[in-house]
């Protein structure tokens, strides 16, 4: 594998075909700090896998290899330089879409939901969340319950809280 490719990805064609395996998209995150924390969650429910893109900081990011405390190098990633890309990559393979946003008419409360445990979760940067073509391609819209005024968790908490909730319900199930 050549130097771009590697830069590219740590794609496992098991990701393809796998069940049980959640993705987490990350769709434009501008912190690479947020983008190593997402690994972390990701490597604590193993097997899961994370697409990054657009902006997103890749592995070889010493910002994110150091929140990452070395999980980029165990859990697979791909990039695409388009969120949408990533979305009908993961749907293609089956999954179903599940945008994790601020509430908003029709959403779900993530404890609420009932989505396959090999769903693809898309997240938004901060400043912009999920863009609306991603949005509106999404089979679930959840959200995380919150009774503080602003409702701005960073979304690396907010990744750790939907992973908690996914392996909570494997371990409910016996998966």
Not at 2 to 20: A, T, V
Request: glycine share 6%; charged share 20%.
């Amino acid at each position: 594998m050549d130097r771009r490719s590697l830069m590219e990805s740590l794609y496992l064609p098991s990701i393809h075909s796998s069940s049980g395996m959640p993705i987490f998209i990350l769709d434009n995150f501008r912190s690479a700090f947020n983008v190593g924390s997402v690994f972390r969650s990701a490597e604590a429910i193993h097997p899961a896998a994370v697409f990054l893109t657009g902006t997103c900081a890749r592995p070889g990011n010493r910002k994110l290899a150091r929140a990452a405390r070395g999980t980029q190098a165990l859990v697979p990633w791909r990039y695409f330089r388009d969120p949408l890309e990533a979305v009908e990559w993961a749907a293609g393979t089956g999954r179903q879409i599940v945008v994790l946003e601020n509430e908003a008419p029709g959403s779900i409360p993530l404890d609420k939901a009932s989505f396959p445990l090999s769903s693809a979760f898309v997240l938004g940067n901060e400043a912009l969340g999920v863009s609306e073509a991603v949005i509106s391609r999404a089979d679930w819209h959840v959200f995380l319950p919150q009774s503080g005024e602003r409702h701005c968790m960073n979304v690396s908490s907010v990744t750790a809280v939907l992973a908690w909730e996914i392996q909570r319900k494997r371990l409910a199930t016996g998966r």
